[in-house]
């Protein structure tokens, strides 16, 4: 158990329609990370927050968005889905802001299907 | 563009140790290589990181070539419950990019 808590577990949806992920850190963490796991895609970095502001952006559609909160849970919005937005969502949360040396800490994920 | 080379998969006999290697040739000089590995659809779990030096945790051990060309990653007495795909990364930026990995497969 690394201490990232994600809801829900599984969540079926429909093509044009709207989810929100939710993500609350390991205690402490101040960065929280998304990812999207796909077939062919593989494990792809979405974004970054830190203590509440975007940190960094990575292959995130405009479709989706995110926000950090004031008390550090995180939530992904994703709008207009798409059969292809089908995949595990994962989030991650980290103890520094350092980009280095900063080991990532990951949550059980989110598995998303769009039908 | 992947900046790692991992073999697909891998064997190895429980109660053995399991070399990972990792060919990381273009890694910049301020740039970690990382370890993680991924269960069947679990999130992914940290191993271990290094910069120069070898490091060791009680879950691992990382050995970088001196040139840092490379690194492997050591399970020292391999068991069942190792199965996984086995992600070497160097860091880019802010984001973590994970190639394909290697599948090791622990055996009886």
């Known amino acids: 158990d690394s201490g990232v808590t994600q809801t829900p577990k599984h969540l079926i949806t429909a093509t044009g329609q709207r989810v929100t992920l939710r993500c609350s850190p390991r205690?402490?963490?101040?960065?929280v990370y998304w990812y999207q796991q796909s077939l062919d895609q593989g494990l792809q970095f979405l974004i970054q927050y830190y203590n509440g502001e975007e940190r960094a952006k990575g292959n995130i559609l405009e479709r989706f968005s995110a926000q950090q909160f004031p008390d550090l849970h995180s939530e992904l919005n994703l709008s207009s889905l798409e059969l292809g937005d089908s995949a595990l969502y994962f989030c991650?949360?980290?103890?520094?802001?350092?980009?280095?040396?900063?080991?990532?800490?990951f949550g059980p994920g989110t598995r998303l299907t769009v039908l | 563009d992947a900046k790692t080379t991992q073999p697909t998969s891998m064997d190895c006999a429980e109660g053995r140790a399991a070399n990972l290697p990792c060919n990381h040739s273009?890694?910049?000089?301020?740039?970690?290589v990382y370890w993680y590995r991924q269960i069947h659809s679990q999130g992914p779990q940290y191993i271990i990181h290094?910069?120069?030096n070898n490091e060791t945790n009680e879950m691992a051990s990382l050995i970088i070539t001196e040139d840092r060309k490379s690194s492997t990653l050591i399970l020292p007495h391999a068991t069942l419950r190792d199965t996984a795909v086995y992600y070497c990364i160097v860091r880019v930026n802010n984001d973590m990019r994970f190639g394909a990995g290697t599948r090791l497969t622990v055996k009886p």
């Open positions: 290094g910069l120069k």
């Open positions: 991650a949360s980290s103890p520094r802001l350092e980009e280095w040396n900063n080991e990532q800490f």
């Open positions: 273009t890694i910049s000089g301020n740039e970690y």
């Open positions: 205690s402490g963490d101040l960065s």
